[in-house]
């Protein structure tokens, strides 16, 4: 009789969580688990509490299920189970920006059979973004084809629409803006598809996040994280306004930037610490002359905070930046020997993300222009790519 109740309460927190009722589902997962046996069952239950703490933006939450999964699928010796549960700890370490386990587990879910033929997408999908976060473009590139390969096979629009996003960001950091657009209206529509109210919440906020409306859409699917970083995309508006505009405007995105910082922290998002000190590294360093009180120290410590995370998660375009700006910094105030350091850099981190042309030789991702990227993943300008190379793709 105690199985049977359990397994109803499965089922109900499955619909409470459609519902978006997202604690209340939580409380029928954690109270079924205390009470079931059959292994599958638990394993199940437990893949529920992983995957809504990662949709709540819970990294570690996220993390302790993922382990109580692998646990589970050790103990039963199932090839299955285990390929779901290294998906689950791929998600959560690349969440927690530890790409390099993101990685390796990722490649094990893909190393064991799975039952849902989409799971392989998914952990393509996680390879794509912890490459994206070592700034690794090419590997990641080669991901999100291999992602989109199995969401056109099992017609899964989901994952179709994140790995849209996923592009999106791939190609914004590269500054091709025009294709960045392209993968982010696609993903727009998609979303529109979508009928799971909670899952339409969460991408529509993510694809807007410089637009106010994402700050009340990612409050009602209750990521706080992902809250902060509307709240910083939204600092970025008011800083770019406050260019021309009175100082109180861009102070208002100082505030921003403090308060997701703040969040950010609490929730051990590294990564999300690390975008919202780019962001105030790079305000204090263009627009020094409205704040009060700071001058190029404050940038510069900005941005050495910034660089710090950066080098503890291995994100390597955010260490360029951070070079780059702490470059001009110091040449303003004629500290040759800091500017050489910083630039020499600069230049090695372009070498190691090939962020150059193999046709014209000239860097990318430093100034927004159209890229072209071939079947082999190498990514190119536009024009520096020829017809005859255009037909061979």
């Known amino acids: 009789m105690g199985q049977r109740v359990a397994k109803q309460q499965m089922q109900a927190g499955v619909r409470l969580y459609h519902q978006r009722h997202h604690q209340q589902a939580v409380q029928k997962w954690t109270t079924a688990l205390s009470t079931l046996q059959n292994p599958e069952d638990r394993f199940i239950t437990l893949g529920y509490l992983a995957q809504a703490f990662c949709d709540a933006g819970d990294c570690e939450a996220t993390l302790h299920y993922a382990l109580l999964q692998m646990e589970l699928a050790s103990e039963k010796n199932d090839e299955y189970m285990k390929s779901e549960a290294f998906l689950n700890l791929a998600k959560a370490y690349e ?19 799975s039952m849902d033929p989409r799971t392989p997408g998914y952990a393509h999908l996680s390879l794509a973004m912890a490459h994206l976060g070592l700034s ?10 291999a992602a989109m390969n199995v969401a056109n096979t099992s ?19 590269l500054r091709d803006i025009t294709k960045s657009l392209i993968f982010l209206r696609n993903a727009l529509a998609i979303v529109q598809t979508v009928t799971v109210e909670d899952v339409h919440a969460k991408y529509r906020a993510l694809i807007l996040l410089h637009l106010s409306e ?3 859409l990612s409050s009602e699917c209750g990521n706080r994280t992902l809250h902060a970083r509307c709240m910083c995309s ?68 900005l941005n050495k905070k910034c660089l710090e995370i950066a080098k503890m998660i291995g994100c390597k375009y955010a260490m360029l930046k951070c070079h780059l700006r702490l470059a001009e910094l110091y040449g303003q105030l004629s500290d040759d020997d800091s500017e050489e350091i910083a630039r020499k850099a600069a230049s090695g981190l372009t070498q190691e993300m090939e962020l150059f042309c193999n046709f014209c030789g000239q860097r990318f991702a430093m100034k927004d222009e159209s890229l072209q990227a071939l079947r082999c993943s190498h990514i190119f300008h536009e024009k520096a790519n020829g017809p005859d190379l255009s037909k061979s793709k």
Do not use: N
């Open 214 to 216: 994402a700050l009340r």
């Open 234 to 301: 939204l600092a970025d508006i008011y800083r770019e306004l406050g260019e021309s505009e009175a100082k109180e405007t861009i102070t208002k995105s100082w505030a921003r930037y403090e308060e997701a910082f703040r969040i950010m922290r609490s929730s051990s998002d590294r990564q999300g610490e690390m975008v919202v000190l780019a962001s105030m590294a790079k305000s204090a360093s263009e627009s020094r002359s409205h704040y009060s009180g700071q001058c190029e120290c404050q940038a510069i410590s």
């Open 136 to 145: 690794q473009f090419q590997q990641s590139l080669e991901s999100f084809e």
């Open 95 to 113: 969440k927690l920006a530890d790409y390099s386990k993101a990685l390796s587990y990722g490649k094990a879910s893909l190393q064991h059979p």
């Open 155 to 173: 017609d899964d629009r989901l994952l179709e629409l994140q790995i849209c996003v996923g592009l999106g960001v791939l190609f914004t950091l």
